[in-house]
C-alpha cells in the first residue's frame, strides 16, 4: 500500500452554475475524491460565468452546500473587470485569463483587454493564463513586464515547453501544467469520419476525442515526457460534457479527467517513465507552493499500487457518463481518501457528506 498527501488539482471544470446536467460541486466533488484529489480550482467559465462579487457568490454559495472535498473558485477576467477581479483576489483561487479559442464567453482577444488585469491583479495570487503557442509567448512577456508570476494552464506543444523551459533559465516567473490527455492521447487517436455522414446521425468517435487545446502531434507528447523536469504541476482540465453533446453535430470540447489522472500516471509509474517524487512534486507540493493552498491536516490517499484493472465509465462519480480512456488497462487503484480525519472515500464508496468541503480561501 503507497500513501500519497493528498492530492491537487488546480484546473478542473465543475459546471455550477448553468450546467449541472455535465456535473456539479457534488458530482465534481465526488469524482476528485475517487481519484485521490483532496482540493480542486474551479474555472469560472459557468452560465453565468464567474466575474464579479455577486457571480462568485453564487458558485461559492453551490459549493458550500454541496462539496465533498475542498475547494477554490476562479474569477474570469473579462473586458471590463479588471478592478472588481482585483478586488475579489483574497476571495477567488485566482485570475483566469482565457486567451485563446474555448467553451464559454469568457475572451480576451485584444491585448489592450490584458493589460488593466496584469497591471491590477494583486501579484501575490495567482494568475493563470489559457493561452497556446504565440499567445503563451505574449502572456509570459507580459509577466515579465508587469513582473509578476504567471501560471501557463495546460502546456500541450513542443514549442511551448521549449519557450517555458527558456523563459524559466531567464529568471522569469512562469509555471506551467500539463493535462495526462496531452501526455496520453496524440493527434492519431482521432477517428475519421465517416463519409458522407449517415443521414440524422450526429457524428460519433471525432467529436469525442475534440478537447482546448486540440491533441497535439506525437513529436509533442514526446517533448513533454522529455521535459518533465519543467512541467510544475499535472492538471487534469476535467471538462465534462454528455455523451449526446459529444456525439452531436456540434461537440463541445473537454475531457472528464478526475478520476483517470492517478491511475494512468501510476501505471507509467509501474513503467519507469515517472517517479513517485515526481508525481508528489507535480500533484501536491508545486501545486500547494503555485496557488499558495493551506496544508490539509490529517490528509492522505491510500493506494494499492498492484491492483490492475481496466478504466470504466460506468464506475465513475462523474456525471458525463463518459471517459476518453475506456478500456484502458492501468495499475494502481485508489483505494482509501481521509481528509481532514474523515474517511471521504473507501474502496468505491464515497463515505463524507455534500457540503464537508470548505474553501480554501475561507479566511
Ligand atoms: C473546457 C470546457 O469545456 O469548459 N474545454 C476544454 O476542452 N478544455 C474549456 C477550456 O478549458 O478551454
Ligand atoms: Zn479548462
Redesign the pocket.
Known amino acids: 500500500m503507497l500513501k500519497l498527501p493528498g492530492l491537487i488539482d488546480p484546473h478542473v471544470?465543475l459546471r455550477e452554475p448553468g450546467a449541472t446536467h455535465k456535473e456539479d460541486f457534488d458530482t465534481g466533488t465526488s469524482a476528485a475524491l475517487a481519484g485521490g484529489f483532496t482540493i480542486v480550482l474551479a474555472?469560472p467559465?459557468t452560465k453565468p460565468p464567474i466575474f464579479d462579487a455577486s457571480t462568485l457568490e453564487l458558485a461559492l454559495d453551490g459549493a458550500k452546500q454541496k462539496a465533498r472535498c475542498d475547494y477554490g473558485q476562479y474569477i474570469g477576467a473579462g473586458p471590463g473587470n479588471a478592478e472588481i477581479a482585483a478586488s475579489l483576489a483574497g476571495t477567488a483561487a485566482g485570475l483566469k485569463m482565457y486567451l485563446d479559442s474555448?467553451?464559454?464567453e469568457l475572451r480576451l482577444d485584444d491585448m489592450t483587454l490584458w493589460q488593466p488585469h496584469f497591471e491590477k491583479y494583486p501579484k501575490q495570487f495567482p494568475l493563470v493564463a489559457?493561452s497556446e503557442s504565440r499567445t503563451m509567448a505574449a502572456a509570459i512577456l507580459f509577466s515579465a513586464l508587469y513582473d509578476r508570476p504567471i501560471h501557463i494552464a495546460h502546456v500541450s506543444l513542443k514549442e511551448e515547453i521549449l519557450l517555458i523551459k527558456a523563459a524559466k533559465e531567464k529568471g522569469i516567473k512562469v509555471t506551467c501544467e500539463v493535462c495526462p490527455h496531452h501526455l496520453f492521447l496524440s493527434k492519431d487517436d482521432i477517428p475519421s469520419p465517416p463519409s458522407p455522414l449517415p443521414e440524422g446521425e450526429g457524428r460519433r468517435g471525432e467529436g469525442r476525442m475534440e478537447?482546448?487545446p486540440r491533441l497535439a502531434t506525437k513529436e509533442d507528447v514526446d517533448a513533454l515526457w522529455r521535459n518533465m523536469d519543467v512541467i510544475d504541476c499535472f492538471a487534469t482540465?476535467h471538462?465534462p460534457?454528455t455523451l449526446a453533446e459529444k456525439d452531436s453535430e456540434n461537440p463541445?470540447?473537454?475531457f472528464p479527467g478526475l478520476e483517470t489522472a492517478l491511475p494512468l500516471l501510476l501505471t507509467t509509474v509501474s513503467e519507469s517513465r515517472l517517479t513517485i517524487p515526481d508525481l508528489i512534486a507535480k500533484m501536491h507540493t508545486n501545486p500547494r507552493k503555485i496557488f499558495h493552498l493551506p496544508e490539509q491536516p490529517e490528509t492522505w490517499v491510500e493506494v494499492d499500487e498492484n491492483a490492475i484493472y481496466e478504466i470504466k465509465a460506468s464506475e465513475q462519480f462523474t456525471r458525463c457518463g463518459w471517459t476518453p480512456f475506456e478500456g484502458w488497462k492501468v495499475k494502481g487503484k485508489v483505494r482509501k481518501v481521509v481528509l481532514r480525519g474523515k474517511t471521504a472515500f473507501e474502496d468505491g464508496q464515497i463515505l463524507i457528506q455534500a457540503g464537508y468541503g470548505q474553501n480554501v480561501r475561507r479566511s
Open positions: 471544470h474555472m467559465n474555448t467553451f464559454g489559457h478537447v482546448r482540465d471538462a460534457h463541445p470540447p473537454g
